[in-house]
């Protein structure tokens, strides 16, 4: 008997790019619409690409590059790399996101590369990141972008899906990191391994697109394919502002099989961070409170917005200083997010107060360019790993939080509740 | 495609939830110049003295999750570079995965509980069935899926794309 289920917003974007019905658990080749390669990943795939003996990318309009991992250039050897990577896209007619413009996932979405129904590939886990636009954005290696290159495609298990329910609403100061981080929580850095996740529920409603984009950024921590949010007229707007008109939006079929279902209440939520080195030690903040930061991360593809970094402000303001031998460091996430911070006078404030403001792009993330902390130093960040090492010292300690708690932290030099913030960086 | 394999060595065991950069670090790769150089860095963040005890004949032995955080090649390729042939793990994280069977490391699923820091092992896979082989034990285990064995014999992406120019030998 043919299996009458209905299908998820994953089985169907997948069969309309495989040219058939495919079901969770089945291999399928699928076109692909968008691909991302980033100088943490595209030269290799230029090597790999000319040793499978191609001549001709398959579609130059469907690729970009980002250098983002190495912004500016850190060696003579970095910016050779670079090179090797304008080259290979000015001949190809791929798209180049240079040193300064910033962090690919965010070029690519500021770009209107990324539309819902869509499949993007990127040589890089933070893929997942398009799913906040109803796309399906999945993290390949090196080979699959040079074979995507070559032949427009890629091949993959049609992952099953874990529907995520999020009711409700997020009571400040928790933010929509404290919701992935509280994910986090539950289900572990395997919990979702070689599975989607969907989100869905009357809470999606509350959260802003770029809110979406912290949560769907994340799942990759809990080893997600793909993070899907359903599409609406949040979605419609955000994409409107982009110039992109063409929206296909998926929704999954009523009948849709899940492996599991699980519910958010988004107004228990609270402030939470997870402690060294685990992504998914999460505690809520007031079990960490006290304890003395040297460094405060405000950047990432998880972090780095403007909105972000206006938030981790506006708890700063509170105390009007940043707490002395705290180092600050703001890395917006990209060259527009940067000027919109000039525009409306964050930025001066900020550099005003002392904050150390770096090239848009990955910066400090990755210990590969940007402020590296010494080793043995307490770090807050508003990113996404927290692996011994990560920041480029083996020893520091990495604490992961939103921006709020981020700005509480850079407010009073010690990690506290954003709530907890008062004149001259007291805790209340 | 009729398809067996046989691999005999010496487990190392890690733990769970090996990350990328513990596997290679990302600073390694900005200042390394190629795979080789920086096989004398695999798992230093672990314990900096297991890289040079490594050998080629070495099976990686892990816990679950094995390879999750970054989807960088890297991971994969270093491991390569020192000789390494196979990894069994309880599970892989995805990327990892896929970058394995890409480069033809052979990722094996197993119960890893229970094998012994420097015992050997034996893997066996083919076309029906795979398993490790430990003392007089045989752990059952998952090889290759069959829709990539084709990828997987040829050596990896690369050899296979160079060869058929796409994927339609798979479907
Ligand atoms: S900001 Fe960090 S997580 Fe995001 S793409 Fe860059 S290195 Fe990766």
Not at chain 1, 33 to 52: E, R, V, Y
Not at chain 1, 235 to 248: H, I, K, M, N, Q
Not at chain 1, 406 to 428: D, H, K, L, Q, Y
Not at chain 2, 86 to 100: D, H, L, M, Q
Request: proline residues 5%; glycine residues 12%.
């Amino acid at each position: 008997m043919e299996n009458r289920k209905g299908r998820t917003i994953t089985e169907k974007i997948l069969g309309a790019h495989a040219g058939r019905g495919v079901r969770a658990g089945e291999f399928a080749i699928v076109s692909v619409d968008q691909l991302l390669g980033t100088d943490g990943s595209a030269p290799m795939a230029i090597d790999l690409f000319d040793a499978m003996g191609f001549k001709a990318v398959h579609e130059g309009s469907r690729i970009a590059f980002s250098c983002d991992h190495y912004a500016p250039a850190t060696s003579a050897r970095i910016a050779a790399l670079h090179e090797k990577m304008r080259r290979f896209a000015e001949a190809n007619g791929i798209a180049l996101f240079r040193v300064g413009e910033g962090i690919g996932h965010q070029r690519m979405i500021e770009d209107g590369r990324i539309r819902p129904g869509t499949i993007v590939a990127g040589a890089d886990s933070h893929c997942v990141t398009y799913g906040a636009l109803n796309a399906f954005g999945v993290g390949i290696g090196a080979s699959d972008l040079a074979g995507a290159m070559a032949t427009g495609k890629i091949w993959l298990k049609v992952p099953h899906t874990l529907r995520i329910v999020l009711t409700g609403k997020l009571t400040p100061p928790a933010q929509a990191k404290d919701i992935i981080l509280e994910l986090l929580r539950r289900l572990r850095a395997d919990g979702a391994d070689y599975l989607a996740l969907e989100f869905s529920g009357d809470g999606i409603a509350s959260l802003g697109l770029e809110e979406r984009i912290v949560i769907a950024n994340m799942a990759t921590e809990a080893g997600a394919k793909a993070a899907l949010f359903a599409f609406d007229e949040i979605t419609r707007s955000f994409l409107g502002e982009r110039s992109v008109a063409d929206c296909s939006p998926v929704a999954p079929d009523t009948q849709a099989h899940y492996i599991d279902t699980l519910t958010i209440e988004l107004a228990k939520i609270t402030p939470r961070l997870a402690l060294p080195h685990h992504v998914d030690a999460v505690v809520p903040v007031g079990e960490a409170a006290g304890r003395p930061v040297d460094m405060v991360f405000i950047g990432t593809c998880t972090g780095g917005r403007a909105c972000d970094i206006r938030d981790a402000l506006a708890v700063i303001r509170k105390a009007g200083r940043i707490a002395p031998g705290v180092e600050l460091v703001i890395t917006p996430a990209s060259r527009a997010e940067l000027e919109l911070l000039i525009a409306d006078g964050s930025l001066g404030e900020l550099t005003a107060l002392g904050a150390v403001l770096t090239t848009p792009g990955c910066g400090a993330c990755c210990g590969t360019s940007g402020a590296i902390p010494r080793d043995g130093a307490t770090v807050i960040s508003t990113g996404n790993r927290n692996f011994k090492g990560r920041m480029g010292a083996p020893k520091a300690e990495i604490f992961l939080a939103s921006p709020a708690a981020c700005g509480a932290a850079a407010a009073t030099g010690r990690i506290s509740e954003p709530s907890a913030v008062s004149p001259n960086g007291r805790i209340a | 495609m009729s398809f067996e394999l046989s691999l005999k060595g010496r487990a190392r065991i890690f733990g769970d939830d090996v990350n990328t950069d513990y596997i290679i670090s990302s600073r390694r790769k900005r200042d390394a110049k190629d795979e080789q150089e920086m096989t004398r860095f695999l798992f230093e963040d672990i314990d900096p003295a297991i890289a040079a005890s490594l050998k080629p004949e070495d099976i990686i032995v892990a816990g679950k999750n094995f390879g999750c955080g970054s989807a960088m090649e890297v991971a994969v390729t270093v491991p390569r570079a020192a000789g390494i042939r196979a990894i069994v793990a309880k599970s892989f994280a995805r990327t990892f995965y896929r970058n394995a069977i890409n480069n033809g490391l052979l990722p094996v699923i197993a119960d890893t509980h229970g094998i012994k820091e420097g015992e050997p092992i034996e893997i066996t896979v083919t076309q029906a069935s795979t398993f490790v082989v430990l003392g007089d034990g045989r752990i059952p285990a998952q090889g290759v899926p069959a829709e990539l064995v084709s990828i997987f014999i040829e050596g990896g992406l690369v050899s296979y794309l160079a060869k058929h120019r796409g994927f339609a030998a798979i479907g």
